[in-house]
């Protein structure tokens, strides 16, 4: 149900799932969990999805349908958020419920034209927690993210694009995106996603975050580079 794929230094995780229109069942969030960890040697990552659809949300026929479900969305969201490696949704269709959660959870989003999308808790009768609303207010706004969940408003691809919430662009502009991203200095990716996740890192460990790029070889990889008229190569130490 994941396809998992290694480009160099990116690896590209698939929702392999079309015949259910990449539908998240709790099984799927394990095994997607499971494929972020073995991802940990990345640069970057890329989640994206199979067919036409990015994911349709929860898969409503699953028995298990109930906490349990949203226990491992979340864990596997604040897995995302809180991984070493930035990671890239590529929206390739439209993203629905626990599907458009799993995509603001992502760093950086880059949607196809064919992307919409849409949180219809009010329809499904679920609850939100701080960070689905916290976070669609600062993506998108906060009159926007109440129109979203409270009014279950749709977003296009214009609107996501104007807001702020994804660029647009197909799937190699992803990856070549994702190329651009593992080349940078790794310290610093992890101090940046540390800071963009404050709930999820401790004071401590934010601190020894921002000190660590400053002690390290990368820095001095950087007038070594300079000086000898070439990029520098990073290494993360």
């Not at 976070?135 to 214009?158: K, N, T, W, Y």
């Not at 662009?169 to 540390?194: C, F, S, Y």
Request: with cysteine; hydrophobic share 45%.
């Amino acid at each position: 149900m994941i396809k998992s794929e290694s480009r160099g230094d990116v690896a590209v995780l698939t929702l392999d799932r079309d015949e259910k229109r990449n539908a998240l069942s709790t099984e799927l969030l394990r095994t997607l969990s499971t494929a972020f960890a073995a991802a940990h040697g990345a640069r970057a990552i890329v989640l994206t999805g199979a067919g036409t659809v990015f994911s349709a949300g929860a898969d409503l026929d699953e028995d298990e349908f109930d906490g349990s479900f949203f226990e491992h969305l979340f864990s596997l969201i604040d897995a995302i958020r809180s991984s070493r490696a930035p990671v890239i949704a590529y929206i390739n269709g439209p993203a629905i419920g626990a599907g458009m959660m799993l995509s603001m959870a992502c760093d950086i989003r880059v949607a196809a034209r064919s992307a919409r999308f849409l949180l219809p808790v009010g329809d499904m009768a679920i609850g939100v927690n701080e960070w689905v609303v916290r976070s669609l207010a600062e993506h998108v706004g906060a009159s926007r993210a109440r129109l979203m969940l409270i009014g279950g408003a749709p977003m296009d691809l214009d609107t996501a694009v104007s807001c702020g919430f994804a660029i647009g662009g197909t799937l190699e502009r992803t990856l070549e995106l994702a190329d651009l991203v593992a080349a940078k200095a790794p310290l610093t990716m992890q101090n940046i996603k540390a800071e963009f996740a404050p709930d999820l890192f401790t004071a401590p460990q934010r601190e020894a975050a921002l000190r660590a790029p400053f002690g390290s070889d990368d820095i001095r990889e950087v007038g070594r580079a300079r000086a000898e008229g070439r990029r520098p190569t990073f290494t993360g130490r």
